[in-house]
Nanobody, 123 residues
Framework: VQLQASGGGLVQAGDSLRLSCAAS????????TGWFRQAPGKEREFVAA??????????SGSDSMKGRFTISRDNAKNTVYLQMNSLKPEDTAVYYC???????????????WGQGTLVTVSS
């Protein structure tokens, strides 16, 4: 499956953004799909994931993200979304979507990655 992330941009603190991860090649509904982010000089960080069966969601336990991000999927559109609310400057990062066989926060378990979309939050 090939993934294309989009929806990033420059926003102000407190704004919202919805990122999209569009799949081609195979139905994204056959995979667990995760969102990760990587800020400059930092390691890639798990944000959220959604299973391909039952739409089970799994969120990062980070206090900095808790309650502000929501992952969802629309299998008919072959797309997974990440709704981000009350954005903070520390959310600034490149956001990646990835597909794999297992619902997991571990990036190594995802074998297809999108190219990333940059989110910049100004204070």
């Amino acid at each position: 499956v090939q993934l294309q992330a989009s929806g990033g941009g420059l926003v102000q603190a407190g704004d919202s953004l919805r990122l999209s991860c569009a799949a081609s090649g195979r139905a994204i509904g056959r995979y667990a799909t995760g969102w990760f982010r990587q800020a400059p000089g930092k390691e890639r960080e798990f944000v959220a994931a959604i299973s391909w069966v039952g739409g089970i969601t799994y969120y990062s336990g980070s206090d900095s993200m808790k309650g502000r991000f929501t992952i969802s999927r629309d299998n008919a559109k072959n797309t997974v979304y990440l709704q981000m609310n009350s954005l903070k400057p520390e959310d600034t990062a490149v956001y990646y979507c990835a597909a794999g066989d297992t619902l997991s926060p571990r990036p190594g378990l995802y074998n297809s990655w999108g190219q990333g979309t940059l989110v910049t939050v100004s204070s």
